[in-house]
Every structure is written in structure tokens, then in C-alpha cells.
T-cell receptor
Framework: AQSVTQLGSHVSVSEGALVLLRCNYSSSVPPYLFWYVQYPNQGLQLLLKYTTGATLVKGINGFEAEFKKSETSFHLTKPSAHMSDAAEYFC????????????FGTGTQLKVEL | DGGITQSPKYLFRKEGQNVTLSCEQNLNHDAMYWYRQDPGQGLRLIYY???????QKGDIAEGYSVSREKKESFPLTVTSAQKNPTAFYLCASSKMNMNTEAFFGQGTRLTVV
């Protein structure tokens, strides 16, 4: 069964610093991978996704992620953090069986400090 | 604007009562989903539906029921059999293709007292 592991439930960075949120997946078949962002008491918004093709994926708000099959990783990065990036971030993998059932990681809460 | 609408945003119920959470989408998506979110546990799949009048259990279906009488609507009932119903509930929809993203509603926070 597909699964994802997010290392670090809380990450704190200074404004302007590099953001790195880690995600490793476990899948017996080539996965479709997603990063979502959630602001307090709101739904999830897609940041970016990897399906096929280019392994470096660019998303909204300056985020990007690189699919590394050899490391089974899909880490999310942003060169320079902004205060508005403070939120919870979820990595997810599509499950087999049709449709878009997702298996989510446990989330990483990003704090951005002045 | 196309999207998913969940209502109400906040819901309070007494223990032992059934409660129904509404989810409507106008994205013309075939698939719809219900997830439960608890702190530190991510999102867990409760039920999903890929076509009208058909739905399947997810990972934590016990104590919940759903219906899919219309393509646009996928209401979730939290029954009195659900032992710990207080949580944040998220509805989502998507096309059937596995490589497309799911779109989420704004969620309903259910508190059972």
C-alpha cells in the first residue's frame, strides 16, 4: 500500500531563509505525488503535483519540489520564506483503485519568524 | 465560480445525536470524498464515491454513512455509533484520472458535547 512520511511535524525558519519540508513515499508502482497547503480552519489548496515527465516541479507561491525515485523522496522547497508561508503542509500520494483517493502524510507546521 | 461548498462551517451536537454534513460541488467531477482531520494525524479517508448511487468505505468508515443521489452532492452523516466524532471534516472532489488533483471544501468543524 502506498504511504508517505513527513519528517518533522514542526519546522521553524527565519523570514528570507530557505524552506525545506521533507516527504518520503512508499509505493509499489510509480506514484503520483502532491503537496497541499492548509491555512487555519480552511480547506487544502494544491501547491504542486508530480505525475510524469520533468522531476523538478514548480508550483504556486514560489514553491517547488523534486521527485527523486532513487531516494523515494519528494521534498518541498522555497528559496526565501515569507511570513505568509506560515501554514500546515501536507504531502500526499494517489492510491490505486481509480479516482483520486489520497494517502496523506501527518503534516508539517511551518512557522516563519522575523 | 466553480468550487466545493461545505456547510455549516461550525457544528455543535449533543452526544448520541446523528448529524449530517453537507457537501456540494459544481465542478462536474465524478468522484467525491470525505476525509477526517485530527491534529497530528493528517487526513484519513472516510468514504468515497466515483459515480452516482455508488460509494465505497475508506479507512475509517465505522460510525459514518453517506449517500450520492446526485452528482453534485455527497452528504456525510455522523451517527451516534461514531465513538469520537469531534473533528474537522473535509469534503473533496476530483476527476477520475489518478494524475489530477483533488479540490477541497473549506471544511466543517464538528464538536460533540
Amino acid at each position: 500500500a502506498q504511504s508517505v512520511t513527513q519528517l518533522g511535524s514542526h519546522v521553524s525558519v527565519s523570514e528570507g531563509a530557505l524552506v525545506l519540508l521533507r516527504c518520503n513515499y512508499s509505493s509499489s508502482v510509480p506514484p503520483y505525488l502532491f503537496w497541499y497547503v492548509q491555512y487555519p480552519n480552511q480547506g487544502l489548496q494544491l501547491l504542486l503535483k508530480y505525475t510524469t515527465g520533468a522531476t523538478l516541479v514548480k508550483g504556486i507561491n514560489g514553491f517547488e519540489a523534486e521527485f527523486k525515485k532513487s531516494e523515494t523522496s519528494f521534498h518541498l522547497t522555497k528559496p526565501s520564506a515569507h511570513m505568509s508561508d506560515a501554514a500546515e503542509y501536507f504531502c500526499a500520494v494517489t492510491r490505486t483503485g481509480g479516482g483520486n483517493k489520497l494517502t496523506f502524510g501527518t503534516g508539517t507546521q511551518l512557522k516563519v519568524e522575523l | 465560480d466553480g468550487g466545493i461548498t461545505q456547510s455549516p462551517k461550525y457544528l455543535f451536537r449533543k452526544e448520541g445525536q446523528n448529524v449530517t454534513l453537507s457537501c456540494e460541488q459544481n465542478l462536474n467531477h465524478d468522484a467525491m470524498y470525505w476525509y477526517r482531520q485530527d491534529p497530528g494525524q493528517g487526513l484519513r479517508l472516510i468514504y468515497y464515491s466515483q459515480i452516482v448511487n455508488d460509494f465505497q468505505k475508506g479507512d475509517i468508515a465505522e460510525g459514518y454513512s453517506v449517500s450520492r443521489e446526485k452528482k453534485e452532492s455527497f452528504p456525510l452523516t455522523v451517527t451516534s455509533a461514531q465513538k469520537n466524532p469531534t473533528a474537522f471534516y473535509l469534503c473533496a472532489s476530483s476527476k477520475m484520472n489518478m494524475n489530477t488533483e483533488a479540490f477541497f471544501g473549506q471544511g466543517t468543524r464538528l464538536t460533540v458535547v
